[in-house]
Every structure is written in structure tokens, then in C-alpha cells.
């Protein structure tokens, strides 16, 4: 497995590219924006992306999909479609964050089974429904590698945010302590902002968690 992770847009959003090195077939996991320094970069890393995956419908992690399902002809699997509203408010998400315009759109499937898992080449992830940040939520955990990619839920020394319409800390707690917090201690977590961190080190450490 290989992987790149790109901060994307003012919110430096980590855009993670992950691919099979034997075939350099990819996955975009949450392209936020600035989609011409992603398809540069895709580009210089010869990948092949099969698929664009979505955590959530916010405009910062979603804003550059269509443009880079278009460039390179894959498909939008994800979030589950709790989240339809989000995706349907995009262009009021655009007014709000000033960030770019962006039209509405739905991916080409949610991803509502949750243990689902998808192939790519000789790569698997599950499908965690993980609801708090927003109530379709979902992560990718890839349990031969341990490396969980976790949108807003959990970050190095913080939480995800549930003050936006949809959100619930009660259930953002729950899909930390009972589902990520259940993972190896030595998952990674990459985080839809700032730095990685792993299991281990959210369950002893993590001021939000156990205050």
C-alpha cells in the first residue's frame, strides 16, 4: 500500500491519495478543493484512480469530487445517506465558507452497509459508520495495514465538531470509544485535519475523550 496525503483549500484538509503499488490502481479519499493541484499531483504519481471515497458531505471534503470524478472517469461511493442534505446544501455551503462556489450533486452510491468492504486490486477497506460529526459519517479502515481514514471524528489531541445542523456529541463519543477505539492500539489515524496520530495514543491521551 501506498500513500500521499495532501492539505487541500484554506481549511487544509488532508486529501489522501491511497493505491495498489503493483497496479497503481488509487482511491481519492475526500478531495476538499483545488482540484487542479490534485490531478498534477495523481499525474506525477502515474496512478490509475478507480474510485473517489467520501466521509462526509461537508464543502471541505467533498468540494473538488466532481471535477475529478470528470477528469478521470471513476465513480463517488459514500458517505451513507444520512448525509443526503449536506450535498443537496452545497452551494449554501459555499456562501457560508467562502470558499469556492459549488453545485449540488449525490455520490454515485451511499455507502449504507456498514462492514462492507472495498476492493481495491490487491487493498481492502471497510466501510464504519461513524455519525456525530454528521449523522452519514463514515470511515475506511484497512485492517491489513492498520490505517484508519477518519474524516472529522477523531483528531491528534481533539474531536470532531457537532455544532453544525445534524451533528451529536453523544453519538460522536460513541463512534470513537465503541468503534475506532476498538481498533489495534496500533491503527494509524489519518484525520481529515492536521497531523496523524494512532489509537493508542487518542485512548490515553486524548483531553476530549476523557474529560
Not at 2 to 10: A, C, M, N, Y
Not at 169 to 181: A, G, V
Request: with cysteine.
Amino acid at each position: 500500500m501506498k500513500l500521499d496525503i495532501i492539505p487541500v483549500t484554506s481549511f487544509q484538509q488532508n486529501c489522501s491519495l491511497v493505491w495498489d503499488e503493483k497496479d497503481k490502481s488509487a482511491a481519492i479519499i475526500d478531495p476538499g478543493g483545488e482540484a487542479p493541484k490534485l490531478i498534477k499531483r495523481i499525474e506525477e504519481l502515474g496512478l490509475n484512480p478507480k474510485m473517489i471515497l467520501l466521509t462526509h458531505g461537508h464543502l471541505d471534503h467533498v468540494g473538488a469530487a466532481i471535477k475529478l470524478k470528470t477528469h478521470f472517469n471513476c465513480e463517488i461511493l459514500g458517505p451513507a445517506q444520512a448525509d443526503e442534505y449536506w450535498f443537496q446544501m452545497l452551494p449554501q455551503q459555499s456562501r457560508q465558507f467562502g470558499l469556492f462556489e459549488a453545485e449540488a450533486f449525490l455520490p454515485d452510491r451511499w455507502l449504507n452497509r456498514e462492514g462492507e468492504v472495498i476492493q481495491l486490486g490487491e487493498l481492502g477497506f471497510e466501510v464504519l459508520h461513524l455519525p456525530g460529526h454528521t449523522p452519514g459519517h463514515v470511515g475506511f479502515i484497512d485492517h491489513v495495514h492498520h490505517i484508519a481514514f477518519t474524516g472529522d471524528v477523531l483528531f491528534n489531541q481533539s474531536i470532531g465538531r457537532t455544532d453544525f445542523p445534524g451533528g451529536n456529541h453523544e453519538d460522536l463519543m460513541r463512534s470513537i470509544k465503541d468503534k475506532l477505539f476498538t481498533l489495534p492500539d496500533d491503527t494509524i489515524v489519518i484525520a481529515g485535519h492536521g497531523p496523524y496520530t494512532t489509537v493508542g495514543q487518542e485512548k490515553m491521551h486524548n483531553p476530549y475523550v476523557h474529560g
